[in-house]
Each structure stands twice: as structure tokens, then as C-alpha cells.
T-cell receptor
Framework: DTGVSQDPRHKITKRGQNVTFRCDPI?????LYWYRQTLGQGPEFLTY????????KSRLLSDRFSAERPKGSFSTLEIQRTEQGDSAMYLC???????????FGEGSRLTVL | LAKTTQPISMDSYEGQEVNITCSHNNIATNDYITWYQQFPSQGPRFIIQ???TKVTNEVASLFIPADRKSSTLSLPRVSLSDTAVYYCLVGLHGGATNKLIFGTGTLLAVQP
């Protein structure tokens, strides 16, 4: 399968714990995006990378959230000191630079108890 | 970034043509219009993208009037499997800030 893959698909954690999600984009795609989606809402933009550079970060992303793409390939999204309001589906997408077609993964569903 | 407005929901029957219209009154000159489809518990999937007039692919057609302040996604002969949420997005194509902003989308329910 050469699509975008995300891991883990589901994560249940207790409030205050740290969690990390991984995204492996389509190999030739230089852009990588993170979105968050809650029930009944469209995906909310969090951040995006072009190669290893984080070019934009939403104001929705508090200091507890950090994303990296160290070698311009896979990316990680870490949430520190999780809160119940962080419960959502975290979606990763990748694209080529000069196209608006984003390829999304299946998402990582986070439940904070 | 241009904001989009689309109906919250639509109903249709199998075999009918469905047209979903999206308003984007403050679309910028360099913005493209993109539509995505999303099934429950899956990530969105690209359907079609256009800049002006008409674009057609194997899945859908996209109609964009001359003023580009709206667009219409046309799904020919829908089936039950087309039941999904459809998002209209407007954004800069391949530019320095290429983030795409999703709205709440249109839930299309196709009945037998």
C-alpha cells in the first residue's frame, strides 16, 4: 500500500498523559499536513510542512502540541498533558508542492479519559 | 482565505443526478476550488478541482460561473455508496501558504 499511513489508529489515554502520533506520507510528496476533526465538524487545519520545514502553524495549536518532520519524510505529532478536549480524530495528509490534491490517511483517533 | 458556504444536508435517490452548490463570494484571483468526499471514520478523498468554467473527470463535474463566486459539484446517477459528506474548499494552488480550510460540509444521503 503506497498511501498515507498513520499510527496508531486508535489511542485511549488518561488526562495528563503524553501521546504521539506518526504519519508516513506518500514517498514523493514534499508537503505534509496535520488536521484535527471532531464529530460533526470538518477537519481543522493544525500545521503543515514543506520537506522538513514547518511553514505554518494554526493558532489552534497550543503549546502542548508539537509536530516534527526531521528528515522530510515521516512526521510526528505530540500532545503533552492531554486534556479531554483533545479527543478527536487526527488526520495526516500529503501532497506534491504544486497541487491542491491532498491525500489523507485513515486518521488516528484519540480518546482522553 | 475565502470562506465557503454550502448546504448542511441534501437527500437524493439512487440513479438521480445530484448538484451541490457552494458559495465563495470573496474568492481571490489565484484561488482554486476543490471538492473532497469523506466517509465515516475515513480521511477525506479528493474528488475534483477547478479554476473556471467546467471540469469533468470520471467521478464528477465541477461548474464554475464566470464571476467564480460559486461553484456546483455535479454527481451523475448517484448510488447508495455516494452517501458521504462533501466539502467545498477554496485556496491558493501550490502557493507559499497552501493550507486548505474545510467547512462543515454537505451531508448527502442517498436512498434506495
Amino acid at each position: 500500500d503506497t498511501g498515507v499511513s498513520q499510527d496508531p489508529r486508535h489511542k485511549i489515554t488518561k488526562r495528563g498523559q503524553n501521546v504521539t502520533f506518526r504519519c508516513d506520507p506518500i514517498s514523493e510528496h514534499n508537503r505534509l499536513y496535520w488536521y484535527r476533526q471532531t464529530l460533526g465538524q470538518g477537519p481543522e487545519f493544525l500545521t503543515y510542512f514543506q520537506n522538513e520545514a514547518q511553514l505554518e502553524k494554526s493558532r489552534l495549536l497550543s503549546d502542548r502540541f508539537s509536530a516534527e518532520r526531521p528528515k522530510g519524510s515521516f512526521s510526528t505529532l505530540e500532545i503533552q498533558r492531554t486534556e479531554q478536549g483533545d479527543s478527536a480524530m487526527y488526520l495526516c495528509a500529503s501532497s506534491l508542492q504544486n497541487t491542491g490534491e491532498l491525500f489523507f490517511g485513515e486518521g488516528s483517533r484519540l480518546t482522553v479519559l | 482565505l475565502a470562506k465557503t458556504t454550502q448546504p448542511i444536508s441534501m437527500d437524493s435517490y439512487e440513479g438521480q443526478e445530484v448538484n451541490i452548490t457552494c458559495s465563495h463570494n470573496n474568492i481571490a484571483t489565484n484561488d482554486y476550488i476543490t471538492w473532497y468526499q469523506q466517509f465515516p471514520s475515513q480521511g477525506p478523498r479528493f474528488i475534483i478541482q477547478g479554476y473556471k468554467t467546467k471540469v469533468t473527470n470520471e467521478v464528477a463535474s465541477l461548474f464554475i460561473p464566470a464571476d467564480r463566486k460559486s461553484s456546483t459539484l455535479s454527481l451523475p446517477r448517484v448510488s447508495l455508496s455516494d452517501t458521504a459528506v462533501y466539502y467545498c474548499l477554496v485556496g491558493l494552488h501550490g502557493g507559499a501558504t497552501n493550507k486548505l480550510i474545510f467547512g462543515t460540509g454537505t451531508l448527502l444521503a442517498v436512498q434506495p
